[in-house]
């Protein structure tokens, strides 16, 4: 069986009028293992209501459960290099998809003191620009250059430098 007539078979053609390997690529890393969990989630989901295939209604109650799982993994992938990642991650808590620089610093600076006494030995990537990076780099973040969106695994390097 090839790719396409997995994908033809056991899930729908498009979500939300996009085509459906691509929507569930957009909601994942680029890496194999996050696209297998949130497939493997979309057919949990379809399986529990003896559906024989997933619909758009799986993947788009899949895409909570794996945005929780995929938070999580990033903590615990990055746990040893940024143990302030959690902490920092809180921030995005109920805010909108878009968030302008600025008030990414007007957040960010109510809490930075607190972050730079818990974690004293990381200092020195406390600050605002390193912050950033850090975002852009472990992929949580992406960046808006004339009006498209890119993310790390597309255009590597820093925020500064991310431009298309």
Not at 27 to 44: A, E
Not at 58 to 69: N, P, T
Not at 116 to 142: E, M, W
């Amino acid at each position: 069986m090839t790719a396409a007539e997995l994908w033809s078979k056991y899930f729908p053609e498009r979500i939300q009028q996009m085509p459906t390997v691509e929507f569930i690529l957009s909601h994942t890393l680029m890496r194999p293992r996050d696209v297998i969990q949130l497939c493997n989630l979309c057919t949990d989901l379809a399986r529990r209501e003896n559906s024989s295939s997933v619909r758009e209604k799986h993947i788009l109650q899949a895409l909570d459960v794996y945005s929780s799982w995929k938070l999580n993994d990033l903590i615990g992938e990055y746990r040893v290099n940024y143990p302030f990642l959690s902490d920092l991650l809180l921030l995005f808590t109920n805010i909108s998809f878009v968030l302008p620089r600025k008030r990414l610093e007007e957040m960010y600076g109510g809490v930075q003191d607190v972050l730079k006494g818990r974690y004293p030995d990381y200092t020195s990537v406390l600050g605002t620009d390193a912050i950033l990076n850090i975002l852009y780099g472990v992929g949580f973040l992406g960046v808006q250059r004339k009006h498209k969106t890119v993310y790390y695994y597309e255009v590597p390097g820093t925020v500064i430098n991310a431009s298309v």
